[in-house]
């Protein structure tokens, strides 16, 4: 097989249909070349700097071309062959769409409120309100298109040529998420929303006839596709098992389940060192009949289903088992083989080094960075990094000592200590500022957006200035604060005649609720569990305990399992779960229910003898002068050196639905432990190279995300480990990684630069 070079840069790439170009884009730029030679043709466009081309469309007949720029407010049409030829239509855009006859152009207006087809010889325009879902026939001559209308979904039947409308009938669906046509043209397949397990296939003619429902309540369909050539139709969903329809009798003729039987071929792949090239080298290995496969508890259904060409065979990917791809025959209706991947399949791409960095941070929507290397601050869009007119006062003689923004991602705080004051601007606004002067130790939005919390220097007060009215609360002496999660409600810590106590405040008129002694030689910690119910205070590191008192109540429970030791270290609420674990100076993880409101165990940080241990290792690859990375998993059983003068736990860290517990023991310093909490056993350990620096769990998947200092990544979930490798001349030493809200990019961190990361990850990595 050869290759090209590499495009860097490119977001958008696409054959032609008929196989003689590529077109390439970086979002701004759009080039053209041969598909053999890789010739670029004479293809200009007008290129805009100030937006993204959003969305390429090739023409069936592979002559035109139509740029997206929803932003402008229109589209640039283009001819491949003929660079002087262009054409524009101005309107509302979302979604473009090419007719089969390659004239007339489908746009799809925003928030989908018309369908408007502009043909490119007459500049005739025809509109259709409230389209949904479209989908144009194989034969070219119809396009179905779902709408809604009067809280319904239906879907109508049109001729291509002068836009009549052949057929409208009720689509029978919640909410319709795909049309599709079978092979022939025969049937039309509407498929609902994944919250409603229903797929209605429709005559073109005739309406409804079939409606296929295996189940009433339940997740719906993930993925579903006709057959290339036959009458069948594959449908995958929420669960284990590929359902095949036949198309001529209209039943459902098998239930195919992701199970792995005694004659299934499983072909594993696997990597080892070639002594003679140096090279890593790659192969597949057949297991052994009836071996067994982990599968995840938490992940679950069919995401990706493609027939053969001649729809003999239809490979499966099940969620259950994100690193195996299921071959199934269509002519036995078996399961003919499985391959076992080393890694789930996924694509890892990279912004450039921004040097200098001290400050990075997503905006809590996920739609922005703010990033700063003390005295100047810039705001970036996170998708295409493009920066955003944010403006604020520069000064040179006074470094910006922190950056808040707020709740609702509109508002930037910069805190400036030596000059007493904070700035605080607008993200979408240029011209908006507002400044607040005070004595500044540390700053805090308010749940609401509206508020803001400033700790004076040496905590002799807390003042709550409130951007709408412009009054100020203060209160005194304040250590420690935190906001409930429902943000009605804030507790602050302070100091009283030599004591702590605790107080509970109502946002909304900062009234004292409740005021109770915290219990507690110096607090060091206040935190909410998931659901407000219980108010963690954590001692200092001195004392070892923690209190948890009810916001109405008081104190509920002393937590000290030593009267005279050093303290606890790191404690945290579960995200969902009635679970508390802390880790102190010791090697044990303890945790808490805090419906009984006692310690249900004690998990101590050694290696037993069923306990999975996956080791990194590193082989030079002489032909590309790269160290390669993976983990091999180690004999059970094997001992690991434990520090004698470190002890404690450091890092502790819930994953997203509190089934797993990830920790950092110092006396193990290159090794993260993962803890099953449904078993309440310890499920695997990561040997690292380096000491660990950093971890993090995924914000909606059971993916541990591990850094060490190095040029790498690490992740764990349920089913592998796998390393990524940062692709930089320069060494980039990641030594934290934050990811945003919507988990679609990361920011990695090294000691004074800064990288955005954009996993295209599934659910479970």
Same mark, same amino acid.
């Given at each position: 097989m050869?290759?090209s070079?590499?495009?860097?840069?490119v977001?958008?790439?696409?054959?032609s249909?008929n196989?003689?170009?590529?077109?390439?884009?970086n979002g701004?730029r759009?080039?053209?070349k041969?598909?053999?030679?890789l010739?670029?043709i004479?293809?200009?466009?007008?290129?805009?700097?100030?937006?993204?081309?959003?969305?390429?469309e090739?023409s069936?007949n592979?002559?035109?071309?139509?740029?997206?720029?929803?932003?402008k407010?229109?589209?640039?049409?283009?001819?491949i062959d003929?660079?002087?030829w262009c054409?524009?239509i101005d309107?509302s855009?979302?979604?473009?769409?090419?007719?089969?006859?390659?004239?007339?152009l489908?746009?799809?207006s925003?928030f989908?409120?018309?369908?408007?087809?502009y043909?490119?010889?007459?500049?005739?325009?025809?509109?259709?309100?409230n389209p949904?879902?479209?989908?144009?026939?194989?034969n070219?001559?119809?396009?179905?298109?779902?709408?809604r209308?009067?809280a319904?979904?239906?879907?109508?039947?049109?001729?291509?040529r002068?836009?009549?409308l052949?057929?409208y009938?009720?689509?029978?669906?919640l909410?319709?998420?795909?049309?599709?046509?079978?092979?022939?043209?025969?049937?039309?397949?509407?498929?609902d929303?994944e919250?409603?397990?229903?797929?209605?296939l429709?005559?073109?003619?005739?309406g409804l006839?079939?409606?296929?429902?295996p189940?009433?309540y339940?997740?719906?369909?993930?993925?579903?596709?006709f057959?290339?050539?036959s009458?069948?139709?594959a449908?995958?969903a929420?669960?284990?098992?590929?359902?095949?329809?036949?198309?001529l009798t209209?039943?459902q003729i098998?239930?195919?389940?992701?199970?792995?039987?005694?004659?299934?071929?499983?072909?594993?792949?696997?990597?080892?060192s070639?002594q003679?090239?140096?090279?890593?080298?790659?192969?597949?290995t057949?297991?052994?009949?009836?071996?067994?496969?982990?599968?995840?508890?938490?992940q679950?259904?069919?995401?990706?289903l493609?027939?053969s060409?001649?729809?003999?065979?239809?490979?499966?990917?099940?969620d259950?088992?994100?690193?195996?791809?299921?071959?199934?025959?269509?002519?036995?209706?078996t399961?003919?083989?499985?391959?076992?991947?080393?890694l789930?399949?996924k694509?890892?791409?990279?912004s450039?080094?921004?040097?200098?960095v001290i400050?990075a941070?997503?905006?809590?929507n996920?739609?922005?960075?703010?990033?700063?290397n003390?005295?100047?601050?810039?705001?970036?869009?996170?998708?295409?990094?493009?920066?955003?007119n944010?403006?604020?006062t520069q000064?040179?003689?006074a470094?910006?000592?922190?950056?808040?923004?707020?709740?609702?991602?509109?508002l930037v705080?910069?805190s400036?200590?030596?000059?007493?004051?904070?700035e605080?601007?607008?993200?979408?606004d240029?011209?908006?500022?507002?400044?607040?002067?005070?004595?500044i130790e540390l700053?805090?939005?308010?749940?609401?957006?509206?508020?803001?919390?400033?700790?004076s220097?040496?905590?002799?007060?807390?003042s709550?200035?409130?951007?709408?009215n412009?009054?100020?609360t203060?209160?005194k002496?304040?250590?420690?604060?935190?906001?409930s999660?429902?943000?009605?409600?804030?507790?602050m810590?302070?100091?009283k005649?030599?004591k702590?106590f605790?107080?509970?405040?109502s946002?909304?008129?900062w009234k004292l609720?409740n005021?109770?002694s915290?219990?507690?030689?110096?607090?060091a910690?206040?935190?909410?569990?998931?659901n407000?119910s219980?108010?963690?205070?954590?001692?200092t590191?001195?004392?070892?305990?923690?209190?948890?008192?009810?916001?109405?109540?008081?104190l509920?429970?002393?937590?000290e399992?030593?009267?005279?030791?050093?303290?606890?270290?790191?404690?945290?609420?579960?995200?969902?779960?009635?679970l508390?674990?802390?880790?102190a !100076?010791d090697?044990?993880l303890r945790?808490?229910n *805090?419906l /009984? %409101? #006692?310690? @249900?165990t004690?998990?101590?940080h050694? =290696?037993?003898?069923?306990?999975?241990?996956?080791?990194?290792?590193?082989?030079?690859?002489?032909?590309?002068?790269?160290?390669?990375?993976?983990?091999?998993?180690?004999?059970?059983?094997?001992?690991?050196?434990?520090?004698?003068?470190?002890?404690?736990?450091?890092?502790?860290?819930?994953s997203?639905?509190?089934?797993y517990?990830?920790t950092?023991?110092?006396?193990?310093? !290159?090794?993260?432990?993962?803890?099953?909490?449904? *078993?309440? /056993? %310890? #499920?695997? @350990?990561m040997?690292?190279?380096l000491? =660990?620096?950093?971890f993090?769990w995924?914000?909606n998947?059971?993916?541990?995300t591990v850094?060490?200092?190095?040029?790498?990544?690490?992740?764990?979930?349920?089913n592998?480990?796998?390393a990524?490798?940062?692709?930089?001349d320069?060494?980039?030493?990641?030594v934290k990684?934050?990811?945003?809200?919507?988990?679609?990019?990361?920011l990695?961190?090294?000691?004074?630069?800064?990288?955005?990361?954009?996993?295209?990850?599934?659910d479970?990595?």
């Amino acid at each position: 097989m050869n290759f090209s070079e590499i495009f860097p840069g490119v977001i958008f790439a696409q054959f032609s249909p008929n196989s003689k170009f590529i077109v390439l884009s970086n979002g701004t730029r759009v080039i053209v070349k041969e598909t053999e030679q890789l010739q670029s043709i004479n293809f200009t466009h007008t290129q805009i700097t100030d937006a993204q081309i959003q969305q390429i469309e090739i023409s069936p007949n592979s002559e035109l071309v139509a740029l997206s720029y929803p932003k402008k407010g229109y589209i640039e049409i283009r001819k491949i062959d003929d660079a002087n030829w262009c054409a524009r239509i101005d309107d509302s855009i979302e979604l473009i769409q090419w007719c089969p006859d390659s004239i007339q152009l489908v746009v799809i207006s925003e928030f989908q409120i018309k369908a408007s087809i502009y043909n490119l010889n007459n500049k005739n325009v025809t509109h259709f309100k409230n389209p949904k879902q479209i989908s144009f026939s194989h034969n070219g001559r119809f396009m179905v298109m779902s709408e809604r209308k009067d809280a319904k979904d239906f879907i109508g039947i049109y001729s291509i040529r002068d836009w009549k409308l052949l057929n409208y009938q009720s689509s029978d669906t919640l909410d319709t998420a795909l049309l599709q046509w079978s092979y022939n043209d025969s049937f039309i397949g509407v498929q609902d929303t994944e919250l409603n397990f229903r797929l209605n296939l429709h005559c073109p003619c005739q309406g409804l006839q079939m409606r296929f429902e295996p189940y009433t309540y339940s997740l719906g369909i993930k993925v579903s596709r006709f057959g290339n050539q036959s009458d069948l139709m594959a449908v995958g969903a929420n669960d284990e098992k590929l359902r095949i329809i036949n198309l001529l009798t209209l039943k459902q003729i098998t239930e195919l389940e992701h199970k792995i039987t005694k004659d299934v071929l499983i072909y594993k792949e696997e990597e080892y060192s070639d002594q003679y090239s140096q090279r890593v080298v790659t192969k597949f290995t057949q297991m052994e009949q009836g071996c067994k496969i982990n599968v995840s508890k938490t992940q679950n259904g069919i995401s990706l289903l493609e027939w053969s060409y001649k729809d003999d065979y239809i490979a499966t990917k099940f969620d259950g088992m994100q690193n195996c791809v299921f071959i199934w025959d269509m002519e036995l209706l078996t399961l003919k083989a499985i391959m076992v991947q080393i890694l789930p399949i996924k694509f890892f791409t990279f912004s450039e080094i921004f040097p200098g960095v001290i400050f990075a941070q997503f905006s809590p929507n996920s739609k922005f960075i703010v990033l700063s290397n003390g005295t100047r601050v810039i705001v970036k869009e996170t998708e295409q990094l493009q920066s955003i007119n944010f403006t604020h006062t520069q000064i040179t003689d006074a470094q910006i000592q922190q950056i808040e923004i707020s709740p609702n991602s509109e508002l930037v705080a910069l805190s400036y200590p030596k000059k007493g004051y904070i700035e605080i601007r607008k993200i979408d606004d240029a011209n908006w500022c507002a400044r607040i002067d005070d004595s500044i130790e540390l700053i805090q939005w308010c749940p609401d957006s509206i508020q803001l919390v400033v700790i004076s220097e040496f905590q002799i007060k807390a003042s709550i200035y409130n951007l709408n009215n412009k009054n100020v609360t203060h209160f005194k002496n304040p250590k420690q604060i935190s906001f409930s999660h429902n943000g009605r409600f804030m507790v602050m810590s302070e100091r009283k005649d030599a004591k702590d106590f605790i107080g509970i405040y109502s946002i909304r008129d900062w009234k004292l609720l409740n005021y109770q002694s915290s219990d507690t030689l110096d607090t060091a910690l206040l935190q909410w569990s998931y659901n407000d119910s219980f108010i963690g205070v954590q001692d200092t590191e001195l004392n070892f305990r923690l209190n948890l008192h009810c916001p109405c109540q008081g104190l509920q429970m002393r937590f000290e399992p030593y009267t005279y030791s050093l303290g606890i270290k790191v404690s945290r609420f579960g995200n969902q779960s009635d679970l508390m674990a802390v880790g102190a !100076n010791d090697e044990k993880l303890r945790i808490i229910n *805090l419906l /009984t %409101l #006692k310690q @249900i165990t004690e998990l101590e940080h050694k =290696i037993t003898k069923d306990v999975l241990i996956y080791k990194e290792e590193e082989y030079s690859d002489q032909y590309s002068q790269r160290v390669v990375t993976k983990f091999t998993q180690m004999e059970q059983g094997c001992k690991i050196n434990v520090s004698k003068t470190q002890n404690g736990i450091s890092l502790l860290e819930w994953s997203y639905k509190d089934d797993y517990i990830a920790t950092k023991f110092d006396g193990m310093q !290159n090794c993260v432990f993962i803890w099953d909490m449904e *078993l309440l /056993t %310890l #499920k695997a @350990i990561m040997v690292q190279i380096l000491p =660990i620096k950093f971890f993090t769990w995924s914000k909606n998947s059971t993916t541990l995300t591990v850094c060490t200092g190095s040029s790498k990544i690490f992740f764990w979930n349920p089913n592998c480990t796998s390393a990524c490798d940062m692709p930089f001349d320069k060494n980039f030493h990641v030594v934290k990684i934050d990811w945003s809200s919507d988990q679609k990019s990361m920011l990695l961190f090294d000691k004074s630069d800064v990288v955005v990361a954009y996993p295209a990850l599934d659910d479970s990595f």
